[in-house]
């Protein structure tokens, strides 16, 4: 009875909100809980989107996990922006440009292999950092400073929960499938 469209559009809605409302929280959670005593933060929406934008390009259809890795990576990245008080759309577009680099570059890759995961971080958090200094500083950027001071110690610290968070996220987006 009746056209099953109007159903079919409210239940994806109602997924993507409950997409943004979970990455707000955890934006929330990221820059209001997991602070480190040496002034960095863990970085679990920027190491979770990368996670899902690997997994959207080795899914069956590649077009459509990149199109949600980088809506992931565009609520993320506006939620941290709004948790962090940085310039609107910062994060948004590090994220983005760092998603974009990362599904590129593992296209072709089987990402079932450990290390794939670790370097797609490692690739997305230094674009993600690289941008964000070329929208957070001021003034000139003494790279070689800011690389040794800033930009190593992120990506070391995004390393440490890769693994895990891209293997559960493997098993969550499994489970939906």
Known sequence: MGDPQPRRLEVALAHEVGRII???????????????????????????????????VSDAFPDV???????????????????????????ALALLLGV???AALTRQLR???PVVPLLAVLVGMLIYE?????????GAIEWRSYLLMVVLPSVVI?????????????????GQG
Do not use: K, N
């Open 158 to 174: 995004a390393l440490a929960p890769t693994l895990p968070l891209f293997f559960m996220l493997r098993r969550v987006l499994r």
């Open 111 to 113: 990402v079932e292999r």
């Open 22 to 56: 979970g990455l707000f929280a955890l934006a929330c959670v990221q820059v209001t809980l997991l602070g480190l005593p040496s002034g960095f933060t863990l970085p679990l929406v920027p190491v979770l989107v990368i996670c899902r934008a690997l997994l959207g």
């Open 130 to 138: 690289t941008v964000l200094a070329l929208f957070l500083q001021p």
């Open 100 to 102: 974009l680099v990362v």
């Open 65 to 91: 996990g990149l199109g949600r890795a980088l809506r992931w990576a565009l609520y993320g990245g506006l939620a941290l922006d709004v948790f962090g008080a940085t310039p609107l759309g910062a994060h």
